[in-house]
């Protein structure tokens, strides 16, 4: 590790506000739209072109976008349907993808530059290529096309498993490369299997790389509206991704509705967002040491 | 065979404001629900299966189609009256929506009833003989659809049998802002009005400082195309498709789009029109910039939910030259409920498909969906007319003093194949594609299919 | 240096299996379909194949003369070079700002998450409204400052910033995420001891954080040049059908797909996605390699 011999120690804290300020500005540029879909939800649709970057009050002001998109759809059990699927989706790809990221990390075997090769180019496969023939094999399983509603919720989530499994491979290789080799041959040491040493050491070192896949994987999971419409096939299967896009039509598209969907389908993720973010944070506390 | 049903149409035709599902998804008009319960006509049908059964249903009828309401409603009272259920997988029609209804076809998990195009889009499950015709049901149902006129039924492209029983139907026409045209000094269009007419208006209206058409070409370049080619056709001579670019309805596809680029270059669309939307374009439109805007029936609906002064709105005729008179229409019907294969040969479900679309296409049931548009009822739909709103009556009267009618012609050629001049529409105006090698590219690619 | 922990071979397939059973049955399987699918004849979504070319490759020699696919690639590069500079370049910034401030972190690294929560249909509608010709957000604040013609923000030679500004901001919370968790495992005491050293704030940015993000780094050009080859949603939303000659691979393809039902061309065109995808992340590959420090 290079040092300098500068000997006058400077603070830090000459650059704040400069740095604030940036960092300020980006905020804004994320913060701003969700507010402004907020904000457009509650106006008339015919108002949203002329004034979509006005205040909703007074003769603008109106809750009937809402009104519609509850009388339409039953959203509660839209939620439950994103849910339910989501969450499969989370879960399982951060427990296989944390498993194999980790051999492919620590071993060296001859398959290996094949399998990473896989995992790579398995994250440029388009979805409109593969769908058809996903559909064709789940057909064949008969877990499409069914009345039966977990059935329908599973056999979306498992395209969608295997969709988010490159990238977390990729993510999570990424992070258990950069942990020292040290905390690992300590418990070895100590007389630790593999399995022991994956869950007692790499796990928790890892958490917070599998908080931000799993985040990662529920929202695109959530957000995967081609998917989701391929796979549900009936109003009780719904998910609430599926129900805004039933909301808004193509001709003399209504965006005050729209809008409304848009808020009805981000609002609860988003709050869902900032309650786990404590737990990464909780995740980072001071990790490895390596230098 | 299309004139026989060019002239039934013009017969019976009324307005629609009632969703059609014919290219995009419909209007917004959200009719209120009521809950009267649909009388299912009698079929001499032998006795229902007495095994309650689970019909599998995919119709357009969702999302903002203006008929959703009334779909559930209807499904809800036949599932009632039954005791049969209804799995119900309505999806908004788009793209996604078509695939999946094929490769449910191809994979062999269709549903037993499905509401449908009835053009070329249905030609892969026909051709498979994946659907039954009316007249095979009618061997076992003789009434099955008889309250329908079966020349108006919309004959499968295929072979051309009936496969479906259509609901209600579309026309086009132009709807004209009259504040911008007041403003111009120009008298709003009619019946008379010719085309080079047309163009002088159009001029006026430009040096006022309107755009005179609102189009987007970007988007959808379809209404103009059929009128435009219209024009250098008739009636009964314009859903024929062409075999090459030179044969008389080739001719007219290339005269027809190059009226369109006419158009483009004498400055009478909207400066975006290359790259605006289509809402865009209504935008202008309803906000007193454009004057005109060709578009369909569902556009009723459009743009009663848009505007706060539907009487500043009217619809009339698109004007015409040559063989075609001013009145001269586009419209027709084009959706319908087939019966899959699959579910005739189920003996418990035969019967109930077979109720559940008498029930659907009933009288009573079509005029709720229709309102005042295109049926192919022998009655004719029964509506009240006061609660309509100006425009619609309008629309009325548009459909009533129309002189001819033909369908329209893009419905012909599958929606694939229609890339080439419809996607390539910015690239005609500007010249940079060939506008007969575009349409040849077409012929070509229909050919192929 | 491998320890000698990992040299009993035998739990490997434990724990490769339950993921890689997934992708092969799931994403490679499918995928070998799709390439056998653009050497033969298939008229539409959903229905079986009529025959094998003829010749069998003529897809790819078709691809090799159409001009829409080489606008595409063309736009698809320049896409790819703006997001690897500029996502991974913006994110990185901002996080090792992120890093340096004593107050607030915890508020900006939830708040530059948020586009990407956002669906692409969302965006897609709050930049349509941006860029709106009459008159969209940007518009009006030109007439604001004085401007009297309007601005066609959807035609060239506008078309393609229009198209990559807001692809490029959606993501840049992505990579931001992933580089923030990789400076947060950069032990602390690394910069106190570097400070009493006396290294400037700038130096232990480049001597410390950079060299120890290398991997992350890495990970993120690679995520990003695979994004760019794939990316639709958003552009599609704002330019139907390659509007303004604005095709990418991504959305040619699905194009192809979904207006032009030419399945058998599409999945040629999916083929050359993957390949681009597979060359580009082996040259991102070599150029971070590993180097000891």
């Given at each position: 590790?290079?040092?300098?011999?500068?000997?006058?120690?400077?603070?830090?804290?000459?650059?704040?506000?400069?740095?604030?300020?940036?960092?300020?500005?980006?905020?804004?540029?994320?913060?701003?739209?969700?507010?402004?879909?907020v904000l457009n939800s509650f106006k008339d649709r015919r108002y949203i072109l002329k004034n979509s970057f006005s205040?909703?009050?007074?003769?603008?002001?109106?809750?009937?976008?809402?009104?519609?998109?509850?009388?339409?759809?039953?959203?509660?059990?839209?939620?439950?349907?994103?849910?339910?699927?989501?969450?499969t989706v989370a879960v399982t790809v951060i427990?296989?993808?944390?498993?194999?990221?980790?051999?492919?990390?620590?071993?060296?075997?001859?398959?290996?530059?094949?399998?990473?090769?896989?995992?790579?180019?398995?994250?440029?496969?388009?979805?409109?290529?593969?769908?058809?023939?996903?559909?064709?094999?789940?057909?064949?399983?008969?877990?499409?096309?069914?009345?039966?509603?977990?059935?329908?919720?599973?056999?979306?989530?498992?395209?969608?498993?295997?969709?988010?499994?490159?990238?977390?491979?990729?993510?999570?290789?990424?992070?258990?490369?950069?942990?020292?080799?040290?905390?690992?041959?300590?418990?070895?040491?100590?007389?630790?299997?593999?399995?022991?040493?994956?869950?007692?050491?790499?796990?928790?070192?890892?958490?917070?790389?599998?908080?931000?896949?799993?985040?990662?994987?529920?929202?695109?999971?959530?957000?995967?509206?081609?998917?989701?419409?391929?796979?549900?096939?009936?109003?009780?299967?719904?998910?609430?991704?599926?129900?805004?896009?039933?909301?808004?039509?193509?001709?003399?598209?209504?965006?005050?509705?729209?809008?409304?969907?848009v808020t009805l389908v981000i609002i609860p993720i988003l709050i869902l967002y900032i309650f786990l973010q404590k737990y990464i944070i909780k995740g980072m506390t001071a990790g490895a040491v390596k230098g | 065979m299309k004139k026989l049903l060019a002239l039934l149409l013009t017969l019976t035709m009324v307005v629609s404001m009632a969703a059609c599902t014919k290219k995009e998804d419909p209007a917004t008009n959200t009719p209120g629900s009521s809950t009267d319960s649909p009388k299912a006509t009698a079929t001499t049908a032998p006795t229902a299966a007495p095994k309650k059964v689970t019909l599998n249903v995919t119709t357009t009828y969702a999302g903002n189609d203006g008929n959703a309401q009334n779909y559930q409603d209807a499904v809800a009272n036949w599932e009632k009256s039954t005791g049969n259920k209804v799995n119900d997988s309505s999806s908004t029609s788009d793209e996604t929506f078509k695939a999946r209804v094929l490769a449910d076809f191809e994979t062999g998990s269709e549903p037993d009833v499905l509401f449908f195009f009835n053009g070329v889009d249905s030609n892969a499950f026909v051709q498979a003989g994946k659907v039954v015709s009316i007249d095979e049901i009618r061997q076992s149902y003789p009434d099955y659809a008889s309250n329908m006129k079966d020349g108006m039924l919309g004959a499968s492209p295929v072979d051309g049998k009936n496969y479906s029983v259509p609901v209600n139907g579309y026309w086009e026409g132009m709807f004209v802002n009259k504040e911008v045209c007041k403003a111009a000094g120009v008298q709003i269009p009619d019946a008379n009005t010719t085309w080079d007419q047309?163009?002088?208006?159009?001029?006026?209206?430009?040096?006022?400082?309107?755009?005179?058409?609102?189009?987007?070409?970007?988007?959808v370049p379809h209404y103009w195309f059929e009128f435009s080619i219209y024009n250098f056709l008739s009636p009964s001579t314009h859903n024929v498709l062409p075999k090459n670019t030179t044969d008389t309805q080739g001719q007219a596809w290339v005269n027809g789009i190059n009226d369109i680029k006419m158009l483009y270059e004498k400055g009478y669309f909207p400066e975006n029109t290359?790259?605006?939307?289509?809402?865009?374009?209504?935008?202008?439109?309803?906000?007193?910039?454009?004057?005109?805007?060709?578009?369909?029936?569902?556009?009723?609906?459009g743009i009663e939910g848009l505007t706060t002064d539907i009487d500043n709105f009217t619809v009339t005729y698109v004007p015409g030259k040559g063989d075609r008179k001013t009145t001269d229409i586009i419209g027709g019907l084009s959706s319908g409920y087939f019966i899959s294969k699959k579910a005739w040969e189920d003996p418990d479900k035969r019967a109930a498909a077979v109720d559940f679309i008498t029930s659907m296409t009933s009288d009573e049931l079509v005029s709720k969906f229709a309102q005042v548009s295109a049926t192919a009822l022998k009655n004719g739909p029964t509506v009240d007319e006061s609660k309509l709103s100006s425009l619609a009556k309008d629309g009325l009267k548009y459909v009533k003093g129309a002189t001819g009618m033909a369908s329209a012609v893009e419905d012909q050629v599958p929606r694939e194949?229609?890339?080439?001049?419809?996607?390539?529409?910015?690239?005609?105006?500007?010249?940079?594609?060939?506008?007969?090698?575009?349409?040849?590219?077409?012929?070509?690619?229909?050919?192929a299919q | 240096m491998t320890a000698h922990i990992y040299k009993n071979k035998k739990p490997i397939i434990f724990f490769l299996a339950p993921a890689f059973a997934f992708i092969i049955v799931f994403l490679y399987y499918p995928f070998i379909q799709n390439i056998i699918n653009s050497f033969q004849e298939i008229a539409g979504l959903g229905s079986a194949a009529k025959g094998w070319q003829d010749p069998w490759y003529s897809n790819y020699t078709a691809l090799l003369k159409d001009e829409t696919m080489r606008i595409a690639l063309k736009n698809t590069l320049i896409m790819l070079l703006v997001t690897v500079f500029g996502q991974v370049g913006i994110a990185l910034l901002l996080s090792i700002l992120t890093d340096r401030v004593s107050h607030g972190a915890k508020f900006f690294r939830v708040v530059y998450f948020f586009p990407i929560v956002i669906s692409a249909t969302a965006l897609g509608l709050l930049f349509f409204l941006i860029v709106l010709y009459d008159k969209g957000m940007l518009n009006q604040l030109r007439e604001f400052f004085?401007?009297?013609?309007?601005?066609?923000?959807?035609?060239?030679?506008?078309?393609?910033?229009?198209?990559?500004?807001?692809?490029?901001?959606?993501?840049?919370?992505?990579?931001?995420?992933?580089?923030?968790?990789?400076?947060?495992?950069?032990?602390?005491?690394?910069?106190?001891a570097a400070s009493i050293d006396g290294a400037t704030p700038y130096q232990q940015v480049k001597y410390l954080s950079l060299p120890l993000l290398r991997n992350v780094i890495c990970t993120c050009v690679v995520l990003a040049v695979t994004g760019s080859l794939k990316v639709f949603d958003l552009p599609w939303t704002l330019f139907p059908k390659g509007m303004s000659d604005t095709w990418l691979t991504g959305s040619y393809m699905f194009y192809q797909v979904f207006n032009a039902n030419n399945v058998d061309y599409s999945s040629a065109i999916a083929v050359v996605i993957v390949f681009l995808g597979v060359v580009l992340s082996k040259l991102v590959n070599t150029i971070f390699k590993e180097k000891e420090y």
């Open positions: 590790m290079k040092t300098t011999t500068v000997k006058n120690k400077r603070k830090i804290s000459i650059g704040q506000p400069i740095i604030y300020l940036l960092l300020s500005l980006w905020a804004l540029t994320t913060i701003y739209p969700i507010v402004w879909v205040l909703p009050i007074g003769d603008i002001f109106t809750l009937s976008n809402y009104e519609l998109a509850f009388r339409r759809v039953n959203i509660l059990s839209a939620y439950k349907n994103s849910l339910i699927i989501s969450t427990i296989f993808a944390g498993l194999a990221s980790y051999v492919l990390v620590r071993y060296e075997f001859r398959l290996k530059k094949l399998l990473y090769g896989l995992v790579i180019a398995g994250m440029m496969f388009p979805v409109y290529s593969t769908i058809i023939p996903v559909f064709r094999m789940e057909y064949s399983w008969g877990i499409v096309n069914t009345d039966k509603l977990y059935l329908s919720l599973l056999s979306c989530a498992l395209p969608q498993i295997a969709g988010n499994l490159s990238f977390a491979i990729v993510v999570l290789m990424g992070y258990i490369k950069s942990l020292p080799i040290e905390l690992e041959e300590a418990a070895y040491m100590e007389g630790c299997n593999i399995f022991q040493i994956f869950f007692r050491v790499i796990v928790p070192l890892t958490k917070p790389s599998f908080a931000t896949v799993s985040i990662f994987s529920f929202l695109w999971s959530y957000n995967d509206l081609f998917t989701q419409m391929f796979f549900l096939r009936t109003k009780t299967q719904w998910t609430i991704t599926n129900l805004l896009n039933q909301l808004t039509s193509q001709e003399g598209t209504n965006y005050g509705l729209m809008a409304s969907a | 047309f163009l002088e208006t159009c001029q006026k209206i430009k040096d006022a400082g309107f755009a005179p058409i609102a189009v987007s070409l970007a988007t290359l790259t605006g939307t289509d809402d865009e374009t209504v935008q202008l439109f309803i906000d007193n910039k454009a004057a005109f805007l060709i578009d369909g029936s569902w556009k009723v609906g194949c229609r890339v080439p001049v419809f996607d390539g529409m910015p690239n005609l105006v500007t010249g940079k594609n060939d506008i007969a090698e575009a349409i040849q590219s077409v012929l070509d690619l229909t050919a | 004085g401007a009297t013609k309007l601005v066609d923000f959807k035609s060239k030679p506008y078309a393609l910033f229009t198209m990559m500004i807001p692809v490029m901001w959606q993501y840049v919370g992505f990579y931001f995420i992933i580089l923030v968790t990789g400076l947060n495992n950069i032990s602390s005491e690394l910069y106190e």
